[in-house]
């Protein structure tokens, strides 16, 4: 081991085997010399993970000395801070569009670090709206023209969506630069949000009577699947959020106690009381042999991606246009609060509140908010079965 000068490297020849000389000055520094071809190149080595990892950083000629060791001291450096340049770099390679990006986020990060309502959310905008328009373009071409027009188009009919899409989208590419996939800035800066207005929509008697008709004659004509109609009707029933439906596992309820323990959620861990309207379409969905999911999807072992298709074809059926899925969770709430319901017991029943808010509902009897759960559910699903006063598309022709 020796000071590494350009007089030496240019000394060496190729011998019967590669020749490696190590630099004095950076240690893990050094200079590999190809057997036969007599190409040089820098390599740096060191340990990472409990194995000794060798990675070439520049071939000898293309790279100077003085190039090759400012290089070497600043991956040596990543590795002391937990780093692996060698198999970063081959993830590199491997990660070259939006698309494995994408795998990569969500197994790296979204479901290591985020709750898994959360992950599925990201998913599901990745699925909707990212992968659909810049899923096969290579990372490195992507650039603020292309997520504001994402970002654009998304907004003309969905403006929180679109900020909710940039905003995954944002933290995808933080990673692709901390990851060595993306060069420049991330594309995602000044990018400017929409503005974002809160809207209270709740459906009507008469609006929740077409509701029903119209999920029993869209499953009856095959229109939707009989999964997807029962999860849009447990939505109705218990004011839960979409990804808490969607993602819910048998194991998770109780139906002796009539409740859901939530292992995780947006306000933690957390207990969801059921009325017997919806404990009995939920007694009544048959299960999947192999699947711990309550809502199944079309991949085996995975749970019903999305609603929105059926829910945008109920929607026009039933005449609720501008009705989004969370407005059922408001229509829930909105019931409670006609039926006489405290403000106090209608956020217990939706856990509706942050974490640290919620612990005042934490003294409350589970029996009132049962009792809840029974009486909005009852209203509701009477509503729905009631006859429609005003009449319906006409499912047949569509």
């Not at 950076?26 to 010399?33: H, I, M, P, S």
């Not at 997520?147 to 654009?152: D, P, T």
């Not at 188009?153 to 630069?177: C, D, H, Y």
Request: charged fraction near 30%; aromatic fraction near 6%.
């Amino acid at each position: 081991m020796a000071k590494l000068t350009k007089r030496r490297i240019d000394s060496i020849r190729p011998g019967k085997k590669d020749v490696v000389l190590w630099d004095s000055e950076v240690q893990g520094f050094g200079l590999r010399v190809m057997k036969d071809t007599g190409y040089k190149s820098f390599i740096i080595q060191y340990r990472a993970q409990g194995r000794s990892r060798r990675l070439t950083i520049g071939r000898y000629g293309l790279m100077t000395l003085v190039q090759a060791r400012k290089v070497a001291r600043e991956k040596l450096s990543a590795v002391d801070q937990g780093g692996d340049p060698a198999e970063e770099k081959k993830l590199g390679r491997q990660a070259v569009t939006i698309k494995e990006l994408a795998q990569r986020y969500l197994e790296e990060h979204a479901k290591v670090k985020k709750k898994p309502a959360s992950t599925f959310r990201d998913e599901r905008l990745l699925g909707r709206f990212i992968l659909p328009t810049l899923g096969t373009r290579q990372i490195k071409t992507i650039t603020r023209a292309d997520v504001a027009a994402l970002h654009h188009k998304i907004g003309q009919e969905t403006p929180i969506q679109a900020n909710r899409t940039l905003a995954v989208f944002s933290k995808m590419m933080t990673l692709a630069i901390r990851w060595g996939l993306y060069p420049n800035e991330n594309p995602c800066r000044h990018v400017e949000r929409f503005k974002e207005r809160k809207r209270e929509r709740y459906l009507s008697q008469d609006e929740l009577a077409r509701l029903g008709q119209v999920l029993n004659e869209a499953e009856e004509n095959q229109l939707i699947s009989p999964t997807a109609a029962a999860a849009l009707r447990l939505l109705a029933l218990s004011g839960m959020r979409r990804s808490e439906v969607l993602s819910l596992q048998w194991s998770w309820i109780d139906f002796e106690r009539g409740v859901i323990f939530f292992p995780d959620s947006k306000t933690g861990q957390k207990i969801t009381a059921l009325g017997a309207p919806a404990l009995e379409l939920l007694d009544n969905i048959p299960r999947t042999a192999g699947n711990p999911h309550v809502f199944p999807g079309k991949i085996f072992g995975r749970p019903l991606h999305d609603l929105n298709k059926p829910w945008q074809m109920v929607r026009e059926k039933a005449d609720l246009k501008g009705v989004r899925l969370h407005d059922l969770r408001h229509t829930h709430a909105s019931v409670g609060a006609a039926a006489g319901l405290s403000l106090r017991v209608i956020g217990a029943l939706l856990n509706h509140t942050q974490a640290a808010t919620t612990q005042r509902y934490a003294h409350l009897p589970q029996d009132p908010v049962k009792q809840a759960a029974d009486q909005v559910a009852s209203l509701i699903d009477g509503a729905m079965k009631a006859p429609a006063k005003r009449k319906v598309v006409d499912i047949d022709k569509g």
